[in-house]
């Protein structure tokens, strides 16, 4: 025979929980003999006695059945004692002891029986020897109401019965357990020790039947009132394992299920949908149930497994799910985001870059054309000799006023790139504000005074002193006018006034132009920017002013602003804070 494999080994050493059988040619072996309560089939006698009785002992048996002379039987039986063989001593003494009972000489019967069961077991009409000794000591103390006696040997003869040390027919062993049993309870047998022995008792007996119902018909599950067992065999000879719940369900159950543990719940089915062991019962299978078909022996079994608790992992998943999608929706925005933030950067390099080559071809254009007067001019009056006095007059004129163009241009250039790197500086005096107006008012009229454009003034001469960087603030208000004339060329007049408000002076700069619109207003004020409109694109600029006037404006601590409406016309406000003292001032 294979060694047994180590699972089977610990079941068999377990009492009640397992036992291996053998059938050969009729005879049931089971192994360990002491696995089984009973012998459900012939019982496997070690010794036993001829058939047939000497005359003897049948003449002394004759004496103490038929004619009730116990004291003659008794003789007789104690000399066929003296020269008795060892198997028939024991059938003498058992007969001797029963006749002395009958003769009421009980201690030495009890004394027969001692003997008895000191001696080599035989079996004697179905039971051993030293079984029947035992009882019957059991049975005197009994009768003789001798109740520790009676404890003691009714206690140790049940414990051997259960203990499997004798395999006795399956009638007999229930009727002598069941008398056992009476006598501990009688004899106040301890509790604990008792119920200990009983409790064995029941695993065996239920292990006893179902090795009973497995010789009558092997069969993979027996169960119907003894728990569940299975049986596993092999045929030729028939060798067959019976293993209970119990052991299963502590022992291999949990290495087959190994992934058992606190958090799962797990069934074992037959291969017909029985439910063999498992944590519930359950009709339908339940969230996440996991199923798997094992082969055993030939017999198909199925292991269900499924979370204890599913809503935890559906709250779990359901909670991954959530983390993923914020996930999800953090990195979308962030993409969105970034792409936005990334476009609007290339937009504002695109844009700069295109108004710095607008800038730089604006500025050429800007320069050509005073350059290309001057020349043309110069020229005229060293070619022609003949030109007169008032006419060259008016060319060295008009050159100064282009040279003057020019050096603008150049100026705000200039002063923009200082402002750009923070190297412009400001020289602050205190100037009379209607004084230093009506000067700067006074030269851009005489700059612009060949086209023929008037500026109307309303300039009050009783108005607060400002504190203002002489040529920085006329360049901005200069700028203002120029811009006037230069975007209204259907208009021939320009307004500029000056208010006193509370701790401020408002230097107002207005035209009848074409007018800015509400997208270009929110711009205007930024370098390079040059507003959309066909009107203003025929218009030569480099987008610079506004910007320069505003940073001038800021540095004066005052605020420029602009209101316009498309079509009719512009006014930029330039608010100065006043100084306190009225009156003086410089004005050169
Ligand atoms: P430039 O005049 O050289 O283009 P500015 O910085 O002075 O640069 O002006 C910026 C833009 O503002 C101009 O291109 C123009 O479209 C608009 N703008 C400025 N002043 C006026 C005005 N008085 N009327 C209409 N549009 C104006």
Redesign the pocket.
């Known amino acids: 025979m294979d060694p047994l494999p180590e699972i089977i080994r610990q079941a068999l050493e377990e009492p009640g929980s397992g036992v291996l059988l053998s059938f050969v040619e009729n005879v049931i072996t089971p192994f360990p003999s002491s696995a089984l309560l009973y012998m459900f089939h012939r019982p496997v006698v070690s010794q036993s006695l001829p058939s047939r009785l000497p005359d003897d002992l049948v003449e002394a048996e004759s004496l103490e059945i038929k004619q009730k002379d116990y004291q003659e039987a008794i003789r007789a039986y104690r000399k066929l004692l003296d020269t008795a063989e060892t198997e028939m001593r024991s059938l003498l003494l058992q007969r001797l002891a029963r006749t002395l009972r009958k003769a009421n000489r009980l201690g030495e019967a009890a004394e027969a029986y001692r003997n008895l069961e000191n001696m080599d077991t035989v079996w004697l009409g179905g039971l051993p020897s030293d079984f029947i000794a035992r009882f019957e000591l059991c049975t005197l103390a009994a009768e003789q109401g001798e109740l520790s006696d009676l404890k003691a040997l009714s206690f140790a003869l049940y414990r051997d019965l259960v203990g499997g040390r004798w395999l006795i027919d399956k009638s007999r062993y229930l009727y002598y357990s069941d008398r056992c049993c009476s006598w501990c309870r009688e004899s106040h047998v301890q509790a604990g020790e008792f119920n200990h022995v009983k409790v064995m008792e029941e695993r065996k007996l239920a292990l006893t039947r179902a090795a009973e119902a497995f010789s009558s018909e092997p069969i993979r599950i027996l169960g119907d009132g003894v728990g569940t067992y299975l049986g596993f065999w092999r045929s030729d000879p028939l060798t067959a394992v019976i293993l209970s719940e119990d052991y299963l369900r502590s022992q291999w159950w949990p290495r087959l299920v190994s992934a058992q543990g606190k958090d799962l719940d797990s069934i074992l089915l037959s291969s017909d949908g029985h439910v063999l062991f498992g944590s519930i019962a359950i009709d339908a299978p339940p969230p996440f149930a996991v199923a798997q078909d094992i082969r055993i022996d030939g017999t198909y079994w199925r292991i269900q497994v499924w979370p204890r608790n599913p809503e935890a992992i559906q709250t779990d998943v359901r909670q991954r799910q959530n983390l993923f999608l914020s996930i999800l929706v953090f990195v979308l925005v962030l993409l969105i985001f970034g792409s936005y933030i990334t476009v609007r950067i290339v937009r504002r390099e695109l844009e700069i870059s295109r108004m710095r080559a607008d800038f730089v071809s604006m500025v050429s254009h800007e320069f050509r054309s005073p350059l290309t007067g001057i020349r043309h001019l110069g020229e005229m009056l060293l070619d022609d000799q003949t030109i007169n006095r008032t006419k060259q007059h008016r060319y060295f004129k008009m050159i100064v006023q282009e040279s003057i163009r020019l050096t603008r241009l150049v100026e705000n250039i200039l002063d923009f790139s200082r402002m750009e790197e923070g190297r412009k500086e400001y020289r602050f005096e205190k100037l009379n504000t209607s004084r230093w107006l009506i000067k700067i008012i006074d030269d851009f009229e005489a700059e612009i005074s060949a086209e023929g454009v008037t500026v109307e003034t309303d300039i009050p001469d009783e108005l607060p002193l400002i504190s203002a960087d002489r040529e920085a603030l006329g360049s901005a208000v200069h ?1 203002l006018l120029d ?2 004339v ?2 209204s060329p259907q208009e021939k007049v320009v307004w500029i006034s000056v208010k006193a408000l509370a701790g401020a002076v408002r230097i107002s700069v207005r ?1 009848k ?4 619109s509400e997208h ?1 207003r929110k711009h ?1 004020f930024d370098r390079f ?3 959309d ?1 066909e009107i ?1 694109k025929r218009i030569k ?7 320069l006037v505003r940073h001038i404006i800021a540095a004066h601590g005052g605020k420029l602003e602009c209101e ?1 409406k498309v079509g009719e016309g ?1 006014t ?1 406000y330039i608010r100065l804070p006043a100084e306190t003292v009225k009156g003086g001032g410089s004005d050169e």
């Not at 600029?541 to 910007?547: C, F, I, P």
């Open positions: 700028n811009n006037a230069k975007y035209d132009g074409v007018g800015i270009d205007i920017y040059r507003a409109g203003s600029g480099a987008g610079l002013g506004l910007s316009s512009s930029f």
